[in-house]
């Protein structure tokens, strides 16, 4: 687990993160979404150890000081990939002796040839033979090569193909397994994400949110249909609704009607309530003392009201 308990970061007077409280299971599969500049790499960055100091405010795996061997816990597969000026093959044993990988090495690296299809050819090429493609999947042979207990890869399917995309994915799915190990996956690309997701966060305003597969909804033809149709002025695949944003309806300028609260839930000073409409769930978040004011009850049926600043295009 990585434990995240108020946490702020600014680049100058912008501030990126805002108070951040989140647990990161690290036996699971995250993926970050956020619109561009909304701080995905910026988070990767500070959680791992390149940006500020912020022993006080993240533990991994119930540590708040790691060593140098300890912050090779984690690793970070940058958006831009990073290859050393040496061959292929010699970047991936410099990896395996950085990061003091033991036992078969030939085996490991021959298991990560395999799972990614590479040639025999590609292993003699140095960084500037590459192309954008080949430079991106060398640098995440490395990572798998590194055999962490927790990744964040910032956009690992960007500059690769439909087939290479595909193998990626299967190699997180096959190290996940075979190590046991996690990941906290940035990215925009839909189709590679929504294939591997376990929890889906979503980071807006410098909060993190944490759908757990609910608010994402798809559009159909700019329409999202709860009991009620609502149609949107934007075109967009999908939609997310932050749970923070959505209340009782009071004149908002979108509304969900006649919705069934199933489910609720307490975390810190907020009450999650989860509700059904046409077949849809949704969960939205009221401060304690406004859920007691309300006077809520489960299998209740209400109204729910939200305006623009809820909505997330994805
Ligand atoms: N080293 C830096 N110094 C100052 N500002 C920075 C720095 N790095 C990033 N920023 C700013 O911080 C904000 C967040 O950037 P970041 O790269 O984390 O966003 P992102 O969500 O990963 O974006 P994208 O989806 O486009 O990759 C941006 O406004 C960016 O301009």
Not at 75 to 103: D, H, P
Not at 297 to 302: E, G, R, S, T, W
């Amino acid at each position: 687990m990585i434990e995240i308990k108020n946490l702020s970061f600014s680049y100058g007077t912008k501030c990126i993160l805002k108070n951040l409280n989140l647990k990161l299971d690290t036996s699971k599969i995250s993926i970050l979404m956020g619109a561009n500049g909304s701080g995905k790499s910026t988070f990767l960055k500070v959680l791992h150890f390149l940006e500020g100091d912020f022993h006080q405010n993240i533990s991994y795996f119930k540590k708040n000081i790691l060593s140098r061997e300890e912050k090779r816990w984690l690793y970070l597969l940058f958006a831009e990939a990073c290859v050393l000026n040496r061959s292929v093959e010699n970047n991936l044993k410099f990896i395996q002796k950085t990061y003091q990988i033991k036992g078969d090495l030939r085996g490991f690296l021959n298991e990560i040839y395999t799972l990614l299809e590479f040639d025999k050819n590609l292993l003699k090429k140095y960084p500037g033979e590459l192309s954008s493609g080949q430079r991106q999947k060398v640098a995440f042979a490395m990572a798998m090569a590194a055999r962490v207990r927790y990744y964040l890869l910032d956009e690992p399917s960007a500059f690769l193909d439909k087939n290479t995309s595909f193998l990626i994915k299967n190699a997180i799915l096959h190290l996940k397994k075979s190590l046991n190990c996690g990941f906290l996956i940035a990215s925009h690309d839909k189709e590679f994400l929504d294939s591997l997701a376990e929890v889906k966060l979503y980071l807006s305003d410098g909060m993190i949110l944490e759908f757990e597969n609910t608010n994402i909804f798809e559009l159909n033809h700019q329409i999202l249909h709860f009991e009620n149709s609502i149609k949107f002025d934007k075109k967009a695949d999908k939609i997310a609704l932050n749970p923070y944003k959505i209340s009782l309806f009071s004149g908002q300028k979108y509304c969900i009607k006649n919705a069934k609260i199933i489910a609720l839930r307490t975390r810190q000073n907020d009450v999650f309530i989860r509700i059904i409409s046409g077949g849809k769930i949704l969960e939205f978040a009221l401060k304690s003392e406004n859920f007691k004011k309300a006077n809520l009850n489960l299998y209740q049926n209400l109204n729910l009201g939200f305006n623009e600043d809820a909505l997330c295009f994805l």
